[in-house]
């Protein structure tokens, strides 16, 4: 009796162990002059892993579920997603305005879906009312002229003031909420919101 329960409890754990194998996946994502990026965050169905491409462009990842999509995202390339086909080694190539993902032979290309909003500047532009963002990513809200010549707003993200060096680098995917603080609205920062307040909700 003793011998085939330890026969089954070995079998229990070599199931377990073929299963979390065979739901391993290896994706590198590489720019258009096929090198690797590195920092690129993956998203599953369009939900945000934890962890981002490693400096040769690989994410690893053990799938707790079948994704129908899968994304790379680079803040200064852009993104792309393609369909998900069950590979186990997948090539993702990231470049501006066309596409592609590649299966692990190289052999066969996915169509992949371009989405042109490659930084916060490009999420803001035409997209948040009463804020201007010039070609050159110079941001100001409407209806703000400074004497000074500086009319650059007040940057707040989850609650903590941020230059807009920060502010450029947040991830357009990672965005909740974009609010424009005008006049009164800004009282409760004072002098610092003099040129409007632009505050950002992560999720």
Known sequence: MGKKIIILIGFLFLNISINAQSNKIVIKVKDEKNRSVAGATILLDNKKQNAVTNLNGVFKTTLKFTPKTISAFHPA???????????KKL?????????????????NQISGETIQINSIYDYVRGRVSGVNVTSDNVITIRGYN??????????????????????????????KRITVLKGNDTAIYG???????IVVETK
């Open 77 to 87: 390339i852009g993104i792309v997603k393609v369909k998900y086909e069950g590979e």
């Open 91 to 107: 090539v993702i190539m990231i470049r501006k305005g066309k596409n592609i993902a590649l299966n692990n032979d190289s052999s």
């Open 146 to 175: 400074s004497l000074q010549g500086n009319m650059t707003p007040l940057f707040i993200l989850n609650g903590t003031q941020i230059t807009q060096d920060v502010f450029g680098r947040i991830i357009p995917q990672e965005i």
């Open 191 to 197: 002098i610092r919101g003099a040129n409007g307040v």
